[in-house]
């Protein structure tokens, strides 16, 4: 599977190199055409912009194709990494599933490193430096807390994938199908990962309409999972402006994990996601009400200090933390 993959990656490469550089390459706009191009313009959130003012490429890549693919390799390397390190400790008697559901997850895993494999031959072949894997902390104590992290990380992976969609279309057309194909296969994982969790409140397909995310956005909650890196860990989070603050609470994480404020600022919690959750304090000093989607709370901290917090209805991975300076 994995080298079939690759190799359509390679033939489409090879179709367009003849003689091009890896600049050239990646910017050839014409190669858009036929069911790529219709698939782009269908999709809500880039139609008003391809009938308009053109398909223009996120400014974190800096122009550069090869920075997109290991964009996209970052993390599919932390998918990879946390199905193959979830079943060198998990069994299939530990889902609710048993052997059906574990071959599919299983499965699941096998598509990720697939997409790490294909990537980084890609990423090669071009002569670009492919990213290597990180150390990561998934932080999930039991098969009911794998698949909650699961499901976040398959969420975060449809959506960025989508949100790169423009940028693929810029800095590398020709791969526009194949980064087409993955999203889709990313989006039945999060569909059938979904459907395992044990929450009346998560839907296998939430909306008409998937929002997708920025590069930032996708690296704020990618970012807490990773220790240690080559350099792709994700960019500092800014700091918060003098008097107020906003945290969002996405399906399962904080954004941003790290907040940074002044004394006297007001924080507040807006919950994005689908699930409920809420804001309580490691040390007690706040906690907030459970908040479902749309619903928001707000926190005022008048005193110096670092906080730590976590969601209480899903500490193992909602955990973030405000300084106070």
Same mark, same amino acid.
């Given at each position: 599977?994995?080298?079939?993959?690759?190799? /359509?990656?390679?033939?489409?490469?090879?179709?367009? /190199?003849?003689? $091009?550089?890896?600049? !050239?390459?990646?910017?050839?706009?014409?190669?858009?055409?036929?069911?790529?191009? #219709?698939?782009?313009?269908?999709?809500?959130?880039?139609?008003?912009?391809?009938?308009?003012?053109?398909?223009?490429?996120?400014?974190?890549? @800096?122009?550069?194709?090869?920075?997109?693919?290991?964009?996209?390799?970052?993390?599919?390397?932390? %998918?990879?990494? +946390?199905? /193959?390190?979830?079943?060198?400790?998990f069994t299939a008697d530990d889902f609710a599933g048993g052997q059906v559901v574990y071959d599919l997850l299983v499965q699941i895993?096998?598509? %990720?490193?697939?997409?790490? @494999?294909?990537?980084?031959?890609?990423?090669?072949? #071009?002569?670009?430096?492919?990213?290597?894997?990180?150390?990561?902390?998934?932080?999930?104590?039991?098969?009911?807390? +794998?698949?909650?992290?699961a499901s976040a990380i398959e969420n975060v992976g449809v959506s960025a994938y989508a949100g790169a969609a423009p940028s693929v279309?810029?800095?590398?057309?020709?791969?526009?199908? $194949?980064?087409?194909?993955?999203?889709?296969?990313?989006?039945?994982?999060?569909?059938?990962?979904? =459907?395992?969790?044990?929450?009346?409140?998560?839907?296998?397909?939430?909306?008409?309409?998937?929002? &997708?995310?920025?590069?930032?956005?996708?690296?704020?909650?990618?970012?807490?999972?990773?220790?240690? =890196?080559?350099?792709?860990?994700?960019?500092?989070?800014?700091?918060?402006?003098?008097?107020?603050?906003?945290?969002?609470?996405?399906?399962?994480? +904080?954004? &941003?994990?790290?907040? @940074?404020?002044?004394?006297?600022?007001?924080?507040?919690?807006?919950?994005?996601?689908?699930?409920?959750?809420?804001? =309580?304090?490691?040390?007690?000093?706040?906690?907030? @009400?459970?908040? !479902?989607?749309?619903?928001?709370?707000?926190? $005022? +901290?008048?005193? &110096?200090?670092?906080?730590?917090y976590v969601c209480t209805l899903h500490a193992g991975l909602m955990q973030a933390t405000i300084t106070v300076t």
């Amino acid at each position: 599977m994995s080298q079939e993959i690759a190799d /359509r990656f390679m033939a489409a490469i090879r179709d367009e /190199r003849a003689g $091009t550089s890896r600049r !050239s390459l990646l910017g050839k706009t014409s190669l858009i055409g036929g069911g790529a191009a #219709l698939a782009l313009a269908a999709v809500p959130g880039f139609r008003a912009t391809a009938q308009s003012d053109g398909l223009t490429a996120d400014p974190y890549f @800096e122009d550069d194709g090869i920075a997109i693919l290991n964009y996209a390799l970052t993390l599919e390397h932390l %998918e990879a990494t +946390f199905y /193959r390190e979830a079943f060198a400790t998990f069994t299939a008697d530990d889902f609710a599933g048993g052997q059906v559901v574990y071959d599919l997850l299983v499965q699941i895993g096998d598509h %990720e490193a697939a997409h790490v @494999e294909a990537l980084t031959a890609t990423i090669n072949d #071009l002569g670009g430096t492919a990213v290597e894997e990180a150390s990561y902390d998934f932080g999930y104590t039991d098969a009911a807390s +794998f698949l909650a992290t699961a499901s976040a990380i398959e969420n975060v992976g449809v959506s960025a994938y989508a949100g790169a969609a423009p940028s693929v279309a810029v800095l590398a057309p020709s791969l526009v199908a $194949t980064a087409l194909g993955i999203h889709s296969v990313e989006a039945r994982h999060a569909a059938y990962v979904a =459907s395992l969790l044990d929450d009346p409140e998560t839907s296998p397909f939430p909306d008409a309409v998937d929002a &997708p995310r920025t590069p930032d956005e996708v690296l704020a909650i990618a970012g807490p999972f990773i220790v240690s =890196s080559d350099g792709a860990a994700p960019a500092a989070t800014p700091a918060a402006s003098e008097s107020a603050a906003t945290v969002e609470m996405v399906d399962f994480g +904080f954004e &941003p994990a790290e907040l @940074e404020v002044t004394a006297g600022t007001t924080v507040t919690w807006t919950n994005t996601g689908q699930a409920t959750h809420n804001a =309580s304090a490691d040390d007690g000093s706040f906690k907030t @009400e459970f908040l !479902s989607n749309g619903g928001s709370a707000s926190v $005022t +901290f008048d005193e &110096p200090g670092t906080f730590s917090y976590v969601c209480t209805l899903h500490a193992g991975l909602m955990q973030a933390t405000i300084t106070v300076t």
